[in-house]
């Protein structure tokens, strides 16, 4: 029988974690404690409570254990005495590592990736949410492929021992790849769909604000306080996972679409952001990111850098970036001074709407510097073309003339281009 996990955290009951850290060369123990408080929350946020840490100092992983066998004996001792039910690793394991602890400690080895991953399972609503993390799941579960302890008790290598259980672990890798193949394929026409529901915007002219950030900094509140959306926010890691559009009017009466993400972490995994990037194509293609970052956080900075990277790797640095620093209503919240130390962002609060018209006529200010601002003269009969002037784009100024109106107008390349024939040549 064929080992294929349901979860890779049993949620019947609390589970006692024992996690475990890495200090190698050019770490810093305050840094890997960072890291391992972090693993913390994703442990709770996946059900489970961490009952003890250990450390080790290394050069280099060991490539039987990660650790080194003294280590795992002294890790197995450690499990025995808190009655661990898993042992989480902060950094990634080899599927020949996993299996080799899990044999020595006796019990469930996973690592940083697999607790995401759960967390994920957990979270996903939309059909689309679902299928993108089944497809992740199954990615990271193939080369873990295993059959029960003691099902294969008879494959010695000798004649007549090898084949059975060697074909049906090749039956169940196959059945794998193809559900792989199947997701892959409806994701493809979920993404042509969104394509579609895309160019029906481009058409309309909305600009696109797509709001990013790293987990659990506020992206969703902001979008409520933003446009009056009514999504439930829970203050947990990676609460939101399927992308939510909603929109709002600038003052300016410029109609735009605000777009809530995933949530980003550092050493997100590989293989959740491919299975996500039909979803995160709408931080591509974006004309503003709004960086919401939790201005509470004595981790701040590290946490913008984290989400910086995680842009880079997608494929969205290019996109123009606007710092929201949330959090300001927080009792000695670092908010207003990190704001300051980053040119061109802001500071406000999410839960109490503190600031947020700043934010709004900043978001404005920074659409229109990638905007041209040009003057059109229009026949007087053209009221058709007036009309989409003003639909495409904010006019500024209109003056009237004998036998044209004049107007200076707010477009972007795509709306000039269209009334370049109308457009005054300075």
Known sequence: MTYIPDTLIT?????KIVLVGVLFPGVSAEELDRQLDE????????????????????????????????KVQELREICLAVDSDTVVFEHNLSPAQQRNLEKILGRTAIDRTAVILDIFAQNARTPEGKA??????LQYRLPRLRRVSGSLSQQAGGIGTR???ETQLEVDRRRLVQRIHHIRRELKEIDRTRNVQRQGRERGRHREVTLVGYTNAGKSSMLNVLTGADVVTENRLFATLDPRTRQRQLPGGETILFTDTVGFISNLPHDLIQAF??????VQLADLLVHVVDGASEDAELQISAVREVLTEIGADHVPELLVFNKADVVGSRARDLSKLYEGSVWA????????????????EQLRTHD???TLHLPLDRGDLLAAAHREGEVLDTTMGDEYVEL???????????????????
């Open 163 to 165: 084949g059975p259980g």
């Open 277 to 282: 990037m039909s979803t995160l194509k709408s």
């Open 132 to 137: 993108q993390v089944e497809l992740a799941l």
């Open 11 to 15: 949620r019947e009951f609390r589970e």
């Open 39 to 70: 693993l913390a929350l994703l442990v709770d946020t996946a059900g489970a409570d961490v009952a003890a840490r250990v450390i080790q100092r290394r050069d280099a992983p060991d490539p039987a254990t990660f650790v080194g066998s003294g």
């Open 372 to 374: 041209r601002v040009v």
């Open 349 to 364: 609060s999410a839960l109490t709407g503190l600031n947020i018209d700043e934010v709004i006529t900043t978001i404005g």
């Open 408 to 426: 200076r107008v707010v477009l972007d390349s795509v709306g000039a281009a269209r009334f370049s024939e109308w457009k005054v040549v300075a």
